[in-house]
């Protein structure tokens, strides 16, 4: 971006002048012009005479928009819209995650639902407003970006700077008078210059010389150049993490699903609790790799010392087995919250974990309606857990459940209510709250599996209820239905696991390109641009011939080192020379009113 110091002019150049000259000169070569009245001017040019402005016209105003829009400080503005522009996505549910929601939302709110929805505030990362700052993001970087390391390429190959004429101009300059003394013999000038480029040479400069066939000739010296690299660098890491990210968006997916111990997970779209897709991802391109849950391990605090934290878990695994293909070997993986398994660029994470109690539903008719784990959610550090269990398929009506799994069931003699004083499994219990009639799944309309919708439903068992709820563990596992519904029995517990399944062809690019910004970065920051030029002239005195070693700095942008550089300079040069005698010179421009001594540096 348009950040980078323009080149100082060289002393002495000459400026134009007057503006009125050059306003005339740029309405002549623009060929049309609005003749704007600024002031009233007499007819020797005095200040009130009309001045013809150019107009813009369409070309004109494009060239004024690009030029904006690929400024430093518009990128920053639009990289702090998108930033802005993504907090609705984490406000309001969003259709690609979670489509009962957004219409829940919209039924809650009939009023501002509709408004949002128009405004796509559901569909935030792919509404048109996102992706048009996305869109104008990158194009202000590209345009910054190929620009700059154009010219910046001329640069480099560019030769250094020519040799100001005046050194006092610049913000440091120092004179040193080399020999003179004692009939000591002096190198030429040609000699010096050429020591003097090998010097600075070795302090990291690119040195040009010149004017080596007259009496002063000198030699230009440039380095930092590496400095705007990383800026470049940077700016392009930036590009990188759009475009991966980009390419993640459009070509991953995110799934979810839960298995319990011994069971397999096939990479197919049907296997999935939830599947996000990505924008242009099909689901045909899912890799064919199976996971099964081979064992869970989760260890607890009994460290008795320590009551408060006492019954808390200290981490958890699993062993599984994956299968990348149907003719790959199975291998054996261990999978924990910090260590993904990955197969065929699919990685999963183990994100939770609870209990899934199996039962069996055995209906009015004597037929069993349903048999298998049930899921629970945990919802406090003793593993107490919430679950609903929904029976289409029983007869003469559907049934519902609803309750509570207690690892360790007891009765607390205080209240007599049943609670879990472990969360490891001690005395497994459930508590039943026992539901009948239409639970409304034939109707289409998707519905959260762990919720019951109780509206509707005939209440056969409950704590408000006469015989209260049902009561399952390992001492009694089976209990009849009220009113001849059939029966339901605890068969045992399994553990679960719930998974996240995640691919991101991007994520390699983005990590790539995050070091290579955070590189460019710390390159544009702590490399320094500087420029020196040194100039070597001979003269007689009384005491013999000597030499007049001159040499100026100037940093482009700020560089509070520069006067270290200035020092470092004088120490290297006096050095080199130092057994022929080396001394400061007085520069008489330097003694002048105002001017600053030999050495100091300008404001």
């Given amino acids: 971006m348009d950040s980078a110091q323009d080149d100082a002019p060289a002393p002495g150049q000459e400026h134009g002048t007057g503006m009125d000259e050059h306003t005339r000169a740029h309405g002549a070569r623009s060929g049309r012009g609005s003749t704007v009245s600024t002031a009233q001017k007499d007819p020797g040019g005095g200040p009130n005479q009309e001045v013809t402005v150019p107009s813009l016209g369409p070309l004109g105003m494009l060239r004024w928009a690009w030029a904006q829009l690929t400024k430093m400080n518009t990128a920053l503005f639009l990289l702090l819209m998108l930033a802005v522009a993504a907090v609705p996505g984490s406000i309001f549910p969003q259709r690609v995650q979670d489509v009962a929601a957004v219409n829940d939302y919209i039924d809650s709110n009939p009023r501002l639902g509709p408004i949002l929805d128009r405004l796509q505030m559901f569909d935030v990362f792919s509404s048109v407003w996102f992706a048009a700052i996305y869109l104008l993001l990158f194009i202000s970087l590209v345009g910054c970006v190929l620009p700059r390391a154009r010219k910046h390429w001329q640069a480099w190959r560019a030769q250094p700077p020519r040799t100001p004429r005046r050194f006092s101009r610049l913000p440091v300059h120092r004179s040193l008078r080399i020999g003179g003394a004692d009939g000591t013999e002096v190198p030429s000038a040609a000699e010096m210059v050429e020591r003097s480029a090998a010097l600075l040479k070795k302090r990291g400069y690119r040195v040009h010389l010149r004017d080596m066939d007259t009496p002063t000739p000198s030699v230009g010296a440039e380095r930092g150049m590496w400095k705007e690299v990383g800026n470049i660098v940077f700016h392009v890491a930036l590009l990188g993490i759009l475009i991966f990210m980009a390419v993640g968006a459009m070509f991953g997916f995110k799934g979810q699903k839960i298995l319990t111990v011994g069971e397999t997970f096939a990479n197919s779209l049907i296997s999935y609790d939830s599947f996000t897709p990505g924008s242009n991802y099909d689901a045909d391109w899912l890799a064919p790799f199976t996971l099964t849950v081979d064992d869970f391990h989760i260890d607890y605090n009994r460290d008795t010392d320590d009551p408060g934290s006492y019954g808390q878990p200290l981490g958890f695994d699993a062993d599984v087995t994956v299968q990348d293909g149907p003719d790959d070997e199975p291998r054996q993986e261990k999978l924990s919250t910090n260590q993904p398994v990955s197969s065929n660029g699919v990685r999963s994470y ?49 049934l519902g459940f609803t309750g509570t799994f207690l690892p360790t069931g007891y009765v607390d003699e205080a209240s007599g209510q049943l609670t879990s004083i472990d969360p490891d499994l001690g005395n497994p219990t459930l508590v039943l709250s026992v539901y009948s009639g239409d639970l409304g799944l034939d109707s289409g309309a998707p519905q959260n599996v762990y919720v019951l919708d109780v509206e509707g439903l005939q209440e056969e068992a409950s704590p408000s209820t006469p015989g209260g709820p049902l009561v399952l563990n390992e001492q009694n596992p089976k209990a009849e239905l009220p009113n001849g519904l059939g029966e339901i029995e605890y068969l045992g517990t399994e553990r679960y696991v719930g998974l996240d399944v995640n691919y991101d062809p991007g994520t390699a690019g983005v990590f790539i390109s995050f070091i290579l910004a955070f590189a460019g970065l710390i390159m544009s920051l702590f490399i320094v641009r500087r420029r020196a030029w040194v100039r070597v002239r001979t003269e007689q005195t009384p005491e013999g011939p000597r030499a007049v070693l001159e040499y100026a700095l100037l940093a482009r942008g700020e560089d509070p080192r520069l006067e270290s550089e200035d020092e470092a300079l004088h120490e290297l040069f006096s050095g080199e020379w130092e057994h022929i005698g080396v001394a400061d010179d007085i520069d008489e421009d330097a003694e002048a009113p105002g001017a600053p001594k030999v050495g100091e540096s300008r404001a």
Avoid at 371 to 390: C, H, M, Q, R, Y
């Fill in 350 to 398: 183990l994100i939770g974990n609870g209990y899934a109690p199996t039962v069996r539903v055995t209906d009015g008719d004597g037929d069993v309606a349903y048999e298998g784990p049930v899921i629970t959610v945990p919802e406090d550090l003793t593993n107490i857990s919430a679950f609903t269990l929904k029976v289409p398929d029983s007869q003469p009506e559907q």
